[in-house]
């Protein structure tokens, strides 16, 4: 195992990029995949490395502070995505970044600056804290972009002081979940990728 990393968090990010490519939702080399390490640090998947075939030397430690990956090799080009979520609270364990299909085509079909929300749908209840699906849960849309760093900026403005989010779109791009463990955020990203396509399903129904 990278020795920057602990045997644990390590694993735990392979595991959650064979579960991901399992679905179908890291196609080719797509996605990325991080859990935090400690207050100051994280474990995230390098670039262009298939998800389902992770090897320990394909998950690189990255120092929060100093805002670089240790080592030679470089880390995902969304790296800053991450590094907001960590940033923003400290109560996120982990962040699963995925190109489902279903999170894709709904990312598209309701506008950019948009949000997609979800109502009455009993599957609510998979996201942590919440006990019944009375509640409506809201999945912010952004644009995609190459600039990075602008979106990051443009996620913690729009999510900061918001109704608690478990994830966003990016238009064209896919999804974005986290949780306060690896578990939370994968569980997370099944239960929304699921009811985007119950969205899906019923544009058809009611056309």
């Not at 998947?45 to 929060?64: H, I, M, W």
């Not at 790296?79 to 940033?87: F, G, I, K, P």
């Not at 990075?148 to 109704?163: C, F, P, T």
Request: charged share 20%; glycine share 10%; hydrophobic share 45%.
């Amino acid at each position: 195992m990278n020795d920057t990393i602990p045997a644990r968090v390590a694993e735990e990010v392979i595991a959650a990029g064979a579960f991901v490519a399992a679905r179908g939702w890291t196609p080719a080399t797509a996605g990325n995949l991080s859990a935090r390490i400690d207050g100051s640090s994280m474990a995230i998947t390098a670039s262009g490395v298939d998800k389902g075939q992770l090897r320990s030397a394909d998950v690189l430690a990255f120092d929060l502070a100093a805002n670089r990956v240790r080592g030679p090799r470089p880390s995902s080009a969304e790296t800053a995505l991450h590094v907001e979520r960590y940033n923003a609270d400290p109560a996120i364990g982990a962040v699963v970044h995925v190109h489902a299909k279903s999170a894709t085509v709904v990312s598209m079909l309701r506008g950019i600056g948009s949000e997609m929300r979800f109502e009455g749908y009993e599957l609510v209840k998979a996201l942590s804290g919440i006990k019944t699906h009375e509640i409506g849960v809201t999945v912010p849309i952004f644009a995609n972009t190459q600039d990075m760093d602008g979106l990051a900026k443009d996620v913690r403005a729009r999510l900061s002081g918001a109704a608690p989010c478990f994830g966003y779109l990016l238009a064209g791009h896919g999804l974005y979940a986290w949780g306060a463990t690896m578990g939370d955020a994968l569980r997370h990203t099944e239960a929304l990728e699921f009811l985007l396509s119950c969205e899906l399903e019923r544009r058809k129904v009611e056309r």
